[in-house]
Antibody
Framework: QVHLVQSGAEVKNPGSSVNVSCRLS????????VSWVRQAPEQGLEWMGR????????MSAQKFQDRITIIADDSTNTAYLELSSLKSEDTAVYYC???????????????WGQGTRVTVSA | QSVLTQPPSVSGAPGQGVTISCSGS?????????VHWYQQLPGAAPKLLIF???SRPSGVPDRFSGSKSGTSASLAITGLRAEDEATYYC???????????FGGGTKLTVL
């Protein structure tokens, strides 16, 4: 069975950067795109960006374009999110999710990681 | 406008049915993009509940069904159970944003 396993919780100072990893077990990234979605406390879901390991294309929401890096390492089945210039408003749970393949599934997210809590506080 | 609008909350008694609406626009549903629905139990990651408007992933009971017409979509849940108490999100793709887009979420309370 395919799972996405994320790295542990982080506490960061304002202005710093955070790296969150997401490892796919029981499968391979090769055929899939991985997205990052965040959820601020008591708020809804917000799509941040996605990466496709083959051929190594990434894109992000305009809101984050200046400070987000999303990559995937096909050899280790691991995707990474780096968010820089952190602000208190970036406090959230960050999820990785696999973009589904197949008819009717375009832009759906069928497998989710367990989430990584990032707290930005001085 | 690039938003998907859901009611903040709905409620129903066990055994009854509820419908959750999701209102979009010409840049998402109206442009032909699919609607997907997610269930998020308290403290858990979202789970794909419905994709492509009205298809269920394996393991999702047929008490859950979806529909889409024009710039609106809805999720129907019949035979409510206590374990259905969760927040439900609709999601699509928006051409103005050039990105996937989630609704604000609807909290379902089973009375």
């Amino acid at each position: 069975q395919v799972h996405l396993v994320q790295s542990g919780a982080e506490v960061k100072n304002p202005g710093s950067s955070v790296n969150v990893s997401c490892r796919l077990s029981g499968g391979t990234f090769r055929s899939y795109t991985v997205s990052w979605v965040r959820q601020a406390p008591e708020q809804g879901l917000e799509w941040m960006g996605r990466t496709t390991p083959i051929p190594g294309i990434s894109m992000s929401a305009q809101k984050f374009q200046d400070r987000i890096t999303i990559i995937a390492d096909d050899s280790t089945n691991t995707a990474y999110l780096e968010l820089s210039s952190l602000k208190s408003e970036d406090t959230a749970v960050y999820y990785c999710a696999r973009d589904a393949n197949g008819p009717g599934r375009r832009d759906a997210f069928d497998i989710w990681g367990q989430g990584t809590r990032v707290t930005v506080s001085a | 406008q690039s938003v998907l609008t859901q009611p903040p909350s709905v409620s129903g008694a066990p055994g009854q049915g509820v419908t959750i609406s999701c209102s979009g626009s010409s840049s998402n549903f109206g442009a032909g993009y699919d609607v997907h629905w997610y269930q998020q139990l308290p403290g858990a990651a979202p789970k794909l509940l419905i994709f492509g408007g009205n298809s269920r992933p394996s393991g999702v009971p047929d008490r859950f069904s979806g529909s889409k017409s024009g710039t609106s979509a809805s999720l129907a849940i019949t035979g409510l159970r206590a374990e259905d108490e969760a927040t439900y999100y609709c999601q699509s793709y928006d051409t103005t944003l050039g990105a996937p887009l989630f609704g604000g979420g609807t909290k379902l309370t089973v009375l």
